[in-house]
């Protein structure tokens, strides 16, 4: 059986795939690409905002849970 993901990663990626939307809006404004150059103009927007949310996600459900006690 799967675990679920925690709330505190869904949140994590989230945030990530935000700031990674914004950067790629502004590679685009400023029209400096040369650092996804390689990839086609209609893919770059798409990996650079989910790549990071990609590697928050994993990193997040990799890490070990602290246990809360009930009170």
Same mark, same amino acid.
């Given at each position: 059986m799967s675990? $679920?993901?925690e709330a505190k990663v869904k949140a994590a990626s989230t945030a990530?795939?935000?700031a990674g939307l914004a950067i790629a809006v502004l590679n685009a404004v400023v029209a400096d690409n040369s650092l996804l150059g $390689?990839?086609?103009v209609w893919l770059q927007a798409p990996v650079l905002a989910?790549?990071?949310a990609g590697l928050t996600?994993?990193?997040g459900y990799q890490?070990?849970?602290t246990p809360r006690s009930i009170v």
């Open positions: 675990a $679920p993901t990530t795939f935000l $390689p990839l086609p989910l790549v990071p996600w994993l990193a890490a070990r849970h």
